[in-house]
């Protein structure tokens, strides 16, 4: 259902340079390369991109937004958070189990370099 995402920066150089290496290790490459926008795919349906603020004003961070990218399953939840924070991202809540006792939902929190929180999960629902 969702197309993309976007997340704003004020240094896109720093941002293109950390989601290159950090969504790479999912496999994805950039899709479109513009002067001020920059998008990566998988190949799948969905995609992330990362911006300049349209309007030349400060970006900033959404209080209360984040952008939640599905992983194959929880290792994968694990390496892509332990590179996010090799990147400089900073954590918000290492990987482990949400949701409760029950709970097979597996995440793990991180802002990157611009404050926009991000998670990676794998969430089987089958």
Do not use: C
Not at 13 to 39: C, P, S
Not at 46 to 58: D, K, L, R, Y
Not at 60 to 65: E, K
């Amino acid at each position: 259902m969702i197309g993309y995402v976007t997340v704003g920066t004020n240094d896109l150089e720093k941002a293109t340079a950390f989601y290159d290496a950090l969504l790479g290790e999912m496999g994805a490459e950039r899709a479109m390369d513009m002067d001020t926008f920059k998008v990566w795919s998988n190949g799948g349906q969905s995609m992330f991109s990362v911006t300049m603020p349209f309007n030349q004003e400060t970006a900033t961070v959404g209080n209360g937004v984040m952008v939640a990218i599905a992983a194959p399953d929880r290792a994968s939840v694990d390496k892509l958070y332990e590179k996010a924070i090799e990147l400089g991202a900073t954590d918000e809540g290492g990987p482990g189990l949400r949701g409760g006792d029950d709970s097979n939902f597996y995440a793990a929190y991180f802002r990157d370099l611009d404050g926009n929180k991000l998670n990676f999960f794998h969430f089987p629902t089958g």
